[in-house]
């Protein structure tokens, strides 16, 4: 492990996990850094202005993707927390990922930020966590009390323990029906107002969705998930009248959005219930056509 003390404070370079765990147990201060696009724009900006940072970009084994190889078509994946998002990009695990990864920052930004980062802190606005809650990720951390595996469902409740350091993401093999939508003040790269990812897997007979931008974190729309599982005749595909409508006032129900200078909190649940209601129209179309 490398330690530089400069004028500003100190950084310290894990090369193993094991070093990090003991370095962020020993320096509670440091603020871990991934790709360090939030870390380093919160310090320009006199946000955030920690007496050290962890380097976390000196461990190899945090970062890439290994796959099944049937990735395209939904096989299961591993996501190191320090794999890019551009990275992600490139490994093509899934048509939601591939739009939602397209909507975020810009390409020189991708080109650096990193999974971990972008879910840790579980900012409502950040693009992944409603993704990851529609594959039913899990997710892989490490700390002073030990290691542990949780559902994306209980990690984007319960976040990170103190010293603890975000290590993977795994996806598990999920095929069928995969989209992101979201809405945003502009058509471009950048945060979006409120966002709906749905995953529907026709073999499992599993519905799974994560709402972005709604509530204090990412969150799951379980009721909704729930009905729409129930309501569907699994052997045709079917999905009954009014059956998308509901499911989108289920995910609306499930909200807790805030008003702020972007959107007001009526907009945002509008928004989830109509986005909602089209995913499962475009699925019901996609079905009928075969
Ligand atoms: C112009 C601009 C546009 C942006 N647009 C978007 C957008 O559309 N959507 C979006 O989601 N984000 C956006 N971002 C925010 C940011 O770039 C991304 O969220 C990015 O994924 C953060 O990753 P990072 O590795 O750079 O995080 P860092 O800056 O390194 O870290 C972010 C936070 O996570 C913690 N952290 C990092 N890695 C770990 C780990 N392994 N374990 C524990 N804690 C960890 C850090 O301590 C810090 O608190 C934007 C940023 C900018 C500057």
Do not use: K
């Not at 006199?46 to 099944?68: F, H, K, M, N, Q």
């Not at 998308?244 to 989830?272: F, K, N, V, W």
Request: aromatic content about 4%.
């Amino acid at each position: 492990m490398t330690v530089t003390s400069t004028d500003s404070g100190r950084i310290v370079r894990p090369t193993s996990l094991e070093e990090a765990i003991a370095a962020s147990t020993e320096r509670p201060d440091a603020r871990i850094l991934g790709g360090g696009t939030l870390v380093v724009a919160e310090r320009s900006l006199g946000i955030d202005i920690p007496p050290a940072y962890l380097l976390l970009s000196g461990i190899a084994e945090l970062r890439g993707v290994t796959s099944d190889g049937a990735t395209a078509t939904g096989g299961a994946a591993r996501i190191g927390a320090q794999t890019t998002l551009r990275a992600l990009l490139d490994a093509a695990l899934s048509p939601m990922l591939d739009v939602a990864l397209r909507s975020l920052a810009t390409p020189q930004i991708r080109h650096r930020a990193t999974v971990g980062g972008n879910i840790a802190e579980r900012r409502p606005a950040h693009t992944l966590a409603p993704c990851l809650l529609a594959l039913d990720a899990s997710v892989g951390s490490a700390g002073p009390e030990g290691s542990r595996r949780r559902s994306i469902r209980d990690f984007a409740a319960e976040g990170l323990g103190a010293g603890e350091i975000l290590v993977d993401v795994a996806l598990p093999a999920r095929g069928g029906f995969q989209r992101f939508v979201r809405v945003a003040p502009r058509n471009g790269p950048g945060y979006a107002i409120a966002s709906v990812a749905v995953s529907i897997d026709p073999t499992a007979r599993s519905v799974r969705s994560g709402i972005g931008g709604s509530g204090p974190t990412a969150l799951p729309g379980t009721a909704a998930d729930d009905f729409l599982a129930g309501a569907v005749d699994w052997e045709s595909g079917a999905v009954p009248a009014g059956a998308a409508e509901e499911y989108g006032r289920l995910l609306a129900d499930a909200c807790d959005p805030p008003t702020d200078d972007r959107a007001s909190a009526g907009y945002r649940r509008h928004a989830i219930a109509v986005m909602g209601r089209r995913l499962i129209e475009a699925w019901n179309e996609e079905q009928q056509r075969g």
